[in-house]
């Protein structure tokens, strides 16, 4: 295929693998929408979507038939959620080959969409088995139904070259951990804000409560569940953030920290998520407060992904993840 | 703990500023602009340290209370953890049901197979193990009982790494305050062609550490022999650059010799007491002025520096020496010349395919003698004038590459000679890198063995009574990291061993 040809490829199957997430969301809400015993008008919420049957208290009065169509809409989303992953997965690779020279597909703002979600879809389903994340399905397709549509709305850019300030391995190293990291905080951070939805029913005591939130695992187990996430992207933040990315600013711009907005708010975000995993250390800041800190924290990390770029794009020089630039963002 | 939560939610608070207001540190003409357009906010703004938001003093405050807050929480911990270290782990509670993971199973085996059992597992579990005590006999109205229990406990890294951490956190301070103390940042705009030797008076912006010497800088030396820059002609992405790259000769001292380098973005020239980097180019046209008296008043290269992406470039020539009256010019270089009613001159493509000087001549007096500090990039035209055309309109000259035109009343002539590139240079040394650099490697190890090390003790007590092996077994969760209960099912499984009993009591709690 030649290089337009991959570009295309590429265009499709974004479209297709969004088409496909809302089918998985769609298909998570009829989980939901029968796991709550109202089998008729849809729900009027929209965002949070599907029970787990796995998630403790099956179905409450629902008959054997209902359980099994619960289970098997469940399985469907997750199965959808594999196809459109595959897809996505399909649509970065062909945009790196679309490029010539062939590159990393995270040169810019919509690429970095493009495979920051993937690593959402990633992490979902690498951890879907191993601690029962079901209940999330709903949410992270709906979050990349809506990130993707956005992203080729108001992001998309054709695929080129890189600037030459990118070319460089550092991109591989220092964006890939970004990624990951930004995958990891924000699976984490659904985690927390379902915590506080669920928390707050419990302290209510509304044990049957709406069906979604009913079929949420208990509060403790979203509680570590977030944790775990966080734990795992603080690390590879701090890597991407403090040590990949001082590194490469040192060989592309001479200082490897120079107070540029993004790396401002990069530890801004590095700042509150330390103090997130301090809170959960610390009594009477566990719980809720930190699961606040948490979500205060994906603010910043998504501020910093989108905002900076478009409040702050003529002065940061990492603005070029927006658009082609001059190459003298270096000049007084 | 607490303090330090605030703390560094302050520091965040703090950072906040400085990535809305321009720093003067970051980009200098970005606050002297915010300044013009902001009379009333600007006095306000300088009292409050808005313009270095990183060097001031609330600023500093509240990283120097960290810091504080960061020794005074760490050296006691340290204290503790070196005398805890050491401790053998805690004997087993009296009630091991109550703990949060608990079973209780009977054996086939004699109780001191099962206790040397229980010592053999936890070991290879990598736990720290005390026997506390062996069996001995006890006599209560159940009968005649023996009784041993084994504690363990492990992870004694967590706080090892916790530790590392905080120190590690200090280290990178340390490492970024010397490099900002003792470091400097300076640059230089280099014609290709020309050279740059690194002393104090050669650079066009130098940004010394309060603590920098001007006498230790590097006496080394350096030429761009040749500038290359690739523009991408075609597709959605025209004008972009691909590359840009200049080669230089260099020498490191006087007299030593000569040698090459590329330079080029993410490529620099790392040399003793500093590195060279290339971050920007630009076009320097040459030109020769004749005065009215066709004398050659100005001859070489003049550096235009770019406005945009396709490299419309803005530049002044001053000719102090032109007789009878000094001459000045001021106007745009651009690279490749289109023209359209609404904006006027424009260029189409930053390489220069159709180079064309449009330039305005003035006349009179530059304002040099006056002893004044003045930019090269602008004309004082306090006492100048620009020359007219017949129409009394601006006489603007309009030149492609090789062309003279002749200013008018005779007052002389310029010739665009030819196009040179200039590139930027930033020149720096920020000392105490390597520091900060393994400071943050240290904190990250730190970090990684404060998460992911599970501190747990874990106790067994044994206990035979008419002929039967009891076995409990209760554990203890150190962190809020989880995954307690599966470990405890492991243990259960190999405390069991080959012949398996049936459980007689277990509870599995919340880890």
């Known amino acids: 295929m030649t290089a337009a040809e991959f570009a295309a490829f590429s265009n499709n199957a974004i479209a297709f693998a969004s088409g496909i997430y809302a089918l998985a969301f769609v298909s998570h809400l009829v989980e939901w929408v029968l796991g709550r015993n109202v089998a008729t008008a849809a729900p009027q919420m929209v965002v949070v979507g599907a029970p787990p049957p796995s998630g403790g208290q099956a179905s409450l009065a629902a008959g054997r038939g209902d359980d099994l169509r619960i289970e098997t809409s469940g399985r469907i989303g997750v199965a959808l959620t594999v196809v459109a992953g595959l897809l996505h997965l399909a649509a970065l690779v062909t945009r790196g080959l679309a490029a010539d020279p062939v590159r990393v597909p995270w040169g810019n703002m919509y690429e970095f969409s493009i495979a920051g979600t993937l690593g959402v879809t990633a992490f979902y389903l690498a951890l879907l088995r191993r601690h029962h994340l079901r209940w999330l399905g709903p949410v992270v397709t709906g979050f990349n139904v809506v990130v993707l549509m956005l992203a080729v709305l108001i992001l998309y850019v054709e695929a080129g070259p890189l600037v030459p300030a990118l070319d460089s391995y550092w991109l591989v190293i220092h964006v890939i951990a970004a990624i990951i990291a930004t995958g990891a905080f924000t699976v984490g951070g659904m985690a927390s804000l379902l915590f506080l939805v669920k928390q707050r029913a419990e302290s209510r005591g509304e044990p049957g409560g709406t069906g979604y939130v009913a079929r949420l695992p208990e509060s403790s187990v979203l509680d570590r569940v977030a944790f775990r996430m966080h734990a795992f992207g603080f690390p590879i933040w701090t890597f991407a953030a403090l040590i990949a990315g001082p590194i490469w600013a040192e060989y592309a711009w001479g200082r490897y920290w120079g107070w540029d907005p993004k790396e401002v708010w990069a530890f801004i975000t590095w700042v509150v998520y330390a103090a997130y995993l301090h809170a959960r250390a610390t009594a009477g800041w566990r719980g809720r407060a930190a699961a606040t800190i948490a979500l205060v924290g994906l603010a910043t990390l998504l501020f910093n992904f989108v905002g900076i770029n478009f409040f702050f794009g003529d002065t940061s020089q990492h603005s070029y993840a927006l658009s082609v630039i001059t190459a003298h963002s270096g000049l007084g | ?511």
């Open chain 2, 1 to 511: 703990m607490r303090t330090a939560l605030i703390l560094l939610f302050l520091l965040a608070l703090a950072a906040v500023p400085g990535s809305i207001v321009p720093q003067s540190a970051v980009d200098a003409l970005a606050v002297g602009r915010w300044r013009d357009e902001h009379p009333t906010l600007t006095p306000i703004y300088d009292g409050l340290g808005l313009f270095s938001v990183y060097e001031s003093i609330w600023f500093s405050a509240i990283y120097l209370l960290l810091m504080v807050s960061l020794v005074g929480c760490f050296v006691p911990r340290i204290r503790i953890y070196l005398r805890g270290i050491r401790a053998r782990p805690p004997g087993a509670p009296r009630n091991l049901s109550r703990l949060p993971q608990f079973r209780s199973f009977d054996v086939d085996e004699p109780s001191d197979v099962a206790l040397e059992r229980a010592r053999a597992v936890m070991r290879k579990k990598r736990y720290r193990v005390d026997l506390v005590s062996t069996l001995r006999q006890a006599q209560d109205t159940a009968g005649s009982t023996t009784e041993g229990s084994v504690a363990a406990e492990r992870g004694y890294l967590r706080e090892a790494g916790n530790l590392l951490f905080h120190v590690s956190v200090l280290l990178v301070l340390v490492g970024f305050g010397v490099g900002n103390l003792f470091g400097y940042k300076g640059g230089v705009i280099v014609v290709s062609g020309q050279g740059f030797s690194n002393s104090l008076s050669q650079y066009d912006d130098f940004a010394p550490g309060s603590l920098f010497d001007p006498e230790d800088l590097a006496p080394y030396n350096l030429t761009i022999e040749d500038f290359d820059v690739q523009f991408l002609r075609n597709g959605p992405q025209a004008g972009m650059p691909t590359d840009f790259s200049a080669d230089v000769t260099y020498r490191e001292e006087p007299g030593l010799p000569e040698r090459t380098h590329t330079l080029a973005v993410n490529h620099p020239l790392s040399l003793e007491g500093g590195s060279v980097f290339l971050v920007g180019h630009g076009y320097a046209p040459r030109v020769t002025v004749r005065d009215g008296e066709d004398n050659i008043a100005y001859r070489g290269p003049v550096i235009f520096l770019p406005q945009d992406s396709t490299f419309a470039s803005f530049g002044v020539i001053k000719v102090p020496d032109a007789q009878p009256e000094q001459l000045g010019f001021q106007g745009l270089f651009l690279p490749t010349y289109g023209f359209s009613m609404e904006t006027g001159p424009v260029s189409r493509f930053p390489d220069a395919l159709d180079p064309v000087l449009s330039i305005l001549p003035y006349r009179g007096d530059l304002g040099l003698d006056t002893g004044a500090q003045q930019s090269v990039y602008e004309l004082d035209k306090k006492n100048l004038e620009v020359f007219k055309n017949d129409k009394g309109g601006d006489f603007r000259l309009d030149m492609a590459l090789g062309q003279t035109k002749q200013l008018p009343d005779g007052a002389g002539s310029i010739t665009f000679d030819g196009l040179d590139r200039w590139a930027k240079l930033q020149i720096s040394d920020t000392p105490g890198k390597p520091l900060a650099l393994s400071g943050v490697i240290l904190a990250l190890l730190g970090l990684l063995g404060s998460l992911f090390i599970r501190p747990r003790r874990a106790w067994v007590r044994v206990a035979s009574r008419d002929g039967r092996t009891f076995v409990e077994l209760g554990g203890l969760d150190r962190s809020a990291g989880g995954g307690l209960e599966e470990e405890i099912d492991d243990l259960e499984r190999q405390l069991r061993g080959p012949s398996a009993g049936s459980p007689t009591e277990a509870h599995k709690g919340k880890t």
